[in-house]
């Protein structure tokens, strides 16, 4: 196969992000004529129809699904060449990392981590993405080149994605959260969110005879927890929604045998070796060590009634 060029990998992937010839034009200052010849010259180089036209616009076919996919992986290894090029050459490192975050990573794990690599490699610009973990969740932006590194949720038997590096986090335990005016958490509804949806949790929760079923389902753990100092409903929140006192709302260790979430590192094996990702990964342990000891509830290891 020729060799393909970065402007065309560039035309591929603004075509597949802009759904439409024209409006790939317009968005890298081109003509709507030599964006056409552009991909058509590509089909022909890679030898398959890459996205299919039509009166809408131009959508990828599988083919160009996975074509855009190493197009962006190989755009940002080039990004990546020359700013780790430069900085091997001046000492220092520099240059973009994206991060792909679940929510209360986002919110609980990264400032505390990023804030510590800004002071080592002040040259590296941070841009974090919040991704629901749902269907290929944060890993899936990794695996479709739009992160480089993601903070996920991982069973304990579940594969490694092809290509990735996996490392652990922490283990999250989870709690019982309830409002502060009900000393008996017993009857009261239970607040579901579509993320707490592990097949392992799910288990834990039916062999659970003081939890009733949810009958409540809200966008995120963080709407559960407003819902929960309104006193609407309970809920099992990992712990790290609640780390610090909320105001209403009574937090209840579950004991040593209650479920725990295992958060992970994914990257691809070039990212996972990189300085800037290596030193926010070793952060992020850090910072999760901390919070966990910090945030152990006051009651100990005391279970519902």
């Not at 979430?261 to 926010?280: G, Q």
């Amino acid at each position: 196969m020729t060799d393909l060029a970065p402007s065309e990998l560039r035309l591929l992937v603004a075509v597949a992000r802009t759904g439409s010839f024209t409006a790939a034009a317009e968005a890298t200052g081109t003509s709507q004529s030599a964006v056409s010849h552009a991909v058509r010259t590509v089909e022909r180089k890679v030898g398959a129809v890459l996205f299919e036209r039509g009166r809408t616009g131009a959508r990828p076919t599988a083919a160009g699904e996975r074509a855009v996919v190493r197009a962006r992986q190989v755009l940002r290894q080039l990004e990546l060449l020359g700013a780790e090029a430069r900085g091997a050459e001046r000492g220092t490192v520099s240059g973009t990392l994206r991060v792909a975050a679940f929510r209360s990573a986002a919110a609980v794990l990264l400032p505390p981590a990023l804030k510590g690599l800004a002071a080592q490699y002040p040259g590296v610009e941070p841009r974090v993405l919040v991704v629901p973990e749902l269907g290929a969740g944060t890993v899936g932006e990794v695996e479709e080149g739009r992160a480089d590194l993601a903070i996920a949720t991982l069973d304990d038997d579940a594969p490694t994605p092809d290509g990735m590096v996996v490392g652990e986090l922490l283990r999250e335990p989870y709690v019982l959260a309830y409002p502060s005016v009900h000393k008996e958490p017993r009857g009261l509804p239970a607040i579901d969110w579509p993320e707490n949806c592990s097949s392992y949790m799910r288990d834990w929760w039916r062999r659970q005879d003081f939890l009733p079923k949810a009958t409540l389902e809200v966008a995120d753990d963080g709407v559960v927890l407003s819902m929960i100092a309104q006193g609407v409903g309970m809920a099992v929140l990992p712990r790290l929604t609640v780390t610090g006192p909320v105001p209403g709302v009574t937090v209840t260790s579950l004991g040593p045998d209650g479920p725990t979430r295992r958060i992970v590192s994914v990257a691809t094996r070039a990212d996972a070796k990189a300085a800037a990702p290596l030193e926010l990964v070793r952060l992020l342990r850090g910072v999760a060590r901390e919070m966990l000891a910090a945030a152990v509830p006051a009651d100990g290891h005391r279970t519902p009634a």
